[in-house]
Nanobody, 123 residues
Framework: HVQLVESGGGSVQAGGSLRLSCAAS????????MAWFRQAPGKEREGVAA???????RYADSVRGRFTISKDNAKNTLYLQMNSLKPEDTATYYC??????????????????WGQGTQVTVS
């Protein structure tokens, strides 16, 4: 049973930083491609950053240069370092995982495992 648990969200002033973590259990972490998504009230879920099995990364234009996705296979943990935060980054952030394909998709499909989300508020 695959479980993803996000943490690290909170409230921060514009220009500040946060680091989100996604602890994974129930599977061999290194075999999965993973991503971060976010969803603000009244908006569609948006892909923020993705990392494939080989460690290659992809970012949405809105966060490139400010956010960094990384993973620690030994700790079964995915990270999202967020710097220079803006009010428009306010959203619930979700981590997602998929096995069986090597992808850096920023669309909700093909990810079939999702965490419960962590709130990030930038004022």
């Amino acid at each position: 049973h695959v479980q993803l648990v996000e943490s690290g969200g909170g409230s921060v002033q514009a220009g500040g930083s946060l680091r989100l973590s996604c602890a994974a259990s129930g599977y061999s972490f290194s075999n999965y491609c993973m991503a971060w998504f976010r969803q603000a009230p009244g908006k569609e879920r948006e892909g923020v950053a993705a990392i494939d099995r080989n460690g290659f990364t992809r970012y949405a234009d809105s966060v490139r240069g400010r956010f960094t996705i990384s993973k620690d296979n030994a700790k079964n943990t995915l990270y999202l370092q967020m710097n220079s935060l803006k009010p428009e980054d306010t959203a619930t952030y979700y981590c997602a995982a998929v096995r069986g394909v090597n992808t850096m998709s920023l669309l909700p499909t093909p990810y079939n495992y999702w965490g419960q989300g962590t709130q990030v508020t930038v004022s």
